[in-house]
Nanobody, 123 residues
Framework: QVRLVESGGGLVQAGDSLRLSCAAS????????MGWFRQAPGKEREFVAT????????DYTDSAKGRFTISRDNAKNTVYLQMNSLKPEDTAVYYC????????????????WGQGTQVTVSS
């Protein structure tokens, strides 16, 4: 069973950047498409970005396009989310997830989830 651990969150100011990492253990991420989701207080979990097992296909929610970049290093068993030009509305707990199918924005398709890392963006 794959275990996912996110890191890299923190408190930043609007306009700053952060890079989140998602490290896997107990299995190789090479077999999985990966996704990043986030959940703000009082809101439902929402899709942020997804990437195919090879890294050749990516997709983003509209609010992330042009600001966030998802990438992966299968040799390091790690997936990343580079977040630039952060806004207060990006404040949320960010989760990475793995699924054996293709890249998708649908949370129900993901088999494994991390515990999340908090990102707080002050104005």
């Amino acid at each position: 069973q794959v275990r996912l651990v996110e890191s890299g969150g923190g408190l930043v100011q609007a306009g700053d950047s952060l890079r989140l990492s998602c490290a896997a253990s107990g299995g190789t991420l090479r077999s999985y498409a990966m996704g990043w989701f986030r959940q703000a207080p009082g809101k439902e979990r929402e899709f942020v970005a997804t990437i195919s097992w090879s890294g050749g296909t990516t997709d983003y929610t509209d609010s992330a396009k042009g600001r966030f970049t998802i990438s992966r290093d299968n040799a390091k068993n790690t997936v990343y989310l580079q977040m630039n030009s952060l806004k207060p509305e990006d404040t949320a707990v960010y989760y990475c997830a793995a699924n054996t199918g293709g890249p998708t924005s649908r949370a129900i398709n993901y088999d494994y989830w991390g515990q999340g890392t908090q990102v707080t963006v002050s104005s």
